[in-house]
């Protein structure tokens, strides 16, 4: 089982950059895809982005390729989402979860965070 923790939101104008952070717990933490969703009022969860196992894959949502890299530290049992060229409509909590296979489903993610707020100013 995995328990992960997100971290580093806040508040931001646009254009301007966030990065966040996943802390996981339990020393399976490599054997997980990681991946982050988020969710904006009213409207569904959706997936932003998510790495594999061995960090050899990635995959991003339309709306945030070239300006969001997801990337991870297995020493640290961290998963990271640095986020720049930040608009208002990334504002959203923004969800860590992880699952055995690097996808962009949320069913298939298993353990999930309590998310993140990220607002982002005009």
């Known amino acids: 089982q995995v328990q992960v923790v997100e971290s580093g939101g806040g508040l931001v104008q646009a254009g301007g950059s966030l990065r966040l952070s996943c802390a996981a717990s339990?020393?399976?933490?490599?054997?997980?895809?990681m991946g982050w969703f988020r969710q904006a009022p009213g409207k569904d969860r959706e997936f932003v982005a998510a790495?594999?196992?061995?960090?050899?894959?990635?995959v991003y949502a339309d709306s945030v390729k070239g300006r969001f890299t997801i990337s991870r530290d297995d020493g640290k049992n961290t998963v990271y989402l640095q986020m720049n060229s930040l608009k208002p409509e990334d504002t959203a909590v923004y969800y860590c979860?992880?699952?055995?296979?690097?996808?962009?489903?949320?069913?298939?993610?298993?353990?999930w965070g309590q998310g993140t707020q990220v607002t982002v100013s005009s």
């Open positions: 979860a992880a699952a055995a296979i690097i996808t962009g489903r949320a069913s298939e993610y298993d353990y």
């Open positions: 339990g020393r399976t933490f490599s054997r997980y895809a």
């Open positions: 790495i594999s196992r061995s960090a050899d894959s990635t």
